[in-house]
Nanobody, 120 residues
Framework: QVQLVESGGGLVQAGDSLRLSCAAS????????MGWFRQAPGKEREFVAG?????SSADSVDGRFTISGDNAKNTVYLQMNSLKPEDTAVYYC????????????????WGRGTQVTVSS
């Protein structure tokens, strides 16, 4: 099994930056991709960004969010810049053994989430 723990969420003002972290433990050798999803109240959980162990990455937030990873630490990060109120959501870390995909149903492991709130 793989355990994922997110950290770094909080309350910020519009235009500010925030960096989220996700630390993986357990049988991390069985995973190849880690990603970030977010879910706002009343909305479906949506893909934000993903990264593979080789460094390939994909994102769905135009120019403002950057995902990175540290294989030695089994940790991934999400650097969020120019935050907007619409970015307010619970951000979840997820992992899977395959390639980067946006479909949340294909991720095997999930963290419990961290709240990000952006005030206007």
């Amino acid at each position: 099994q793989v355990q994922l723990v997110e950290s770094g969420g909080g309350l910020v003002q519009a235009g500010d930056s925030l960096r989220l972290s996700c630390a993986a433990s357990g049988r991390t050798f069985s995973t190849n991709v880690m990603g970030w999803f977010r879910q706002a109240p009343g909305k479906e959980r949506e893909f934000v960004a993903g990264i593979s162990r080789s460094g390939s990455s994909a994102d769905s937030v135009d120019g403002r969010f950057t995902i990175s990873g540290d294989n030695a630490k089994n940790t991934v990060y999400l650097q969020m810049n120019s935050l907007k109120p619409e970015d307010t959501a619970v951000y979840y870390c997820a992992a899977r053994g395959g390639s980067i995909v946006a479909n949340r149903e294909l991720y095997e492991y999930w963290g419990r989430g961290t709240q990000v709130t952006v005030s206007s």
